[in-house]
Each structure stands twice: as C-alpha cells, then as structure tokens.
C-alpha cells in the first residue's frame, strides 16, 4: 500500500517549485504555466513556480514527491490496528485490556445534520521510546470538507513497545449521507507531519 502524507486544509490556488510537476501530473492535477511548457519528462525548462489547481489529496501526493513524508513516516509510531466505536471501557482487572462497544464501520442516521459522539481505539507501535503528538481528523470525501478534529499524544515508555490508546472524538456533526474518512497523522519532533491510517465511515440515510 502507497504511503500517503499529510496535507493542511489546502487553499485551491497553491503554488509549489518545479520539483513537484510530475509528480502531480501522475495524480491528475490540473496545472497552468503561462511562458513554460512542461517537457516530456514532466519539469519546466525555467527555475519558475507553476500554480495548481488541487485536491487535497493530490496536495498530499505532491508532498509525498517533494520528500517530505518518507523522513517523518521513518521516525513517528505505526498505526497497527484503528477501530471506531461508541465507547471503550478499560479493564477493573486487568492492564491494558479494554472493551469496545459497538465498533462500526457505519452510521445509521435518521435526519441531518445527523450528531453522534464517537471514539476511535488505536494500536500504536513505536521503535523509538518517547511522547509523540498526533491528531484525528474527519474528513468528507465529498467535498474535502473537515467536520471534526481532535488532538491527542502517545507517550512509549521503551523501544518497541505496542500502545493501546483511547481518543475520544466527542460529538460529530455529519451533515449528509455519504462516505467520511478517519484520518490518524503523527507529527515528527523535528517537524512535518505524516499520515499514518485512514478509516473509510458510511452514514446511512434511513
């Protein structure tokens, strides 16, 4: 599966350098360049900017060619296993055990907007000990449009070590029926930021 990296809630005339074109051109972006041509190889003959005109998933694509998230995918945790759910409850008992109530992969709604509160359960891996930050984030894959975003850390107490971790996402508004994505991102301590899993969600109209 292709790493894909983060991206910040793009502004749709964004301007990137030369070293990044083919890589858009792969992605489909759609591309203006008023003097240049882009040669067969896919760069411009001048040392120019080219403005796009781009997804926030392409935007993505275009940092992953620019070289940005191999670097930070190498130095922050792995997402082992993400499931969404109502709730989780930690073990009276037993460390690091947990029940999670009603894990789904969709929601049934009624009307919308439709609100549900929601958590999402996470299997964390890290080969550096050390806190980490992350952040959740709700995206409608319709429109690209962020309806819910929720930071949280990680702390690993020894070197590959697996974490169990809890986020609560609180009360999301889902304005329509359709697909929603869960998307986890992990920040590096030297900066970036890198995708790190993604949850596709359906809400269902009754």
Request: charged letters at 25%; aromatic letters at 8%.
């Amino acid at each position: 599966m292709l790493f894909v990296p983060p991206c910040r809630p793009p502004d749709r005339g964004d301007k990137i350098r030369k070293d990044a074109v083919q890589g858009v051109l792969r992605c489909g972006a759609e591309t203006s360049a008023s003097e240049n041509k882009i040669g067969a190889a896919g760069l411009l003959a001048n040392d120019i900017s080219v403005t796009l005109t781009i997804s926030r998933r392409n935007e993505a694509w275009i940092r992953w060619f620019l070289g940005d998230g191999m670097a930070v995918a190498s130095v922050t945790p792995r997402v082992r296993t993400i499931v969404i759910c109502d709730d989780v409850s930690a073990s009276l008992t037993e460390d690091r055990v947990f029940t999670l109530e009603c894990a789904r992969l969709h929601l049934q709604a009624t009307s919308f907007p439709c609100r549900a509160a929601l958590n999402v359960f996470l299997l964390l891996s890290s080969a550096r000990r050390g806190t980490y930050y992350g952040k959740i984030l709700v995206v409608n894959e319709r429109n690209d449009k962020l309806i819910r975003y929720v930071k949280f850390d990680a702390t690993f107490g020894e070197n590959n070590e697996l974490l169990p971790l809890c986020v609560d996402i609180g009360e999301c508004a889902f304005p329509e029926a359709g697909t929603y994505t869960f998307e986890v991102y992990f920040s590096a301590r030297g900066g970036g930021e890198a995708i790190k899993s993604e949850l596709p969600f359906r809400v269902l109209s009754h």
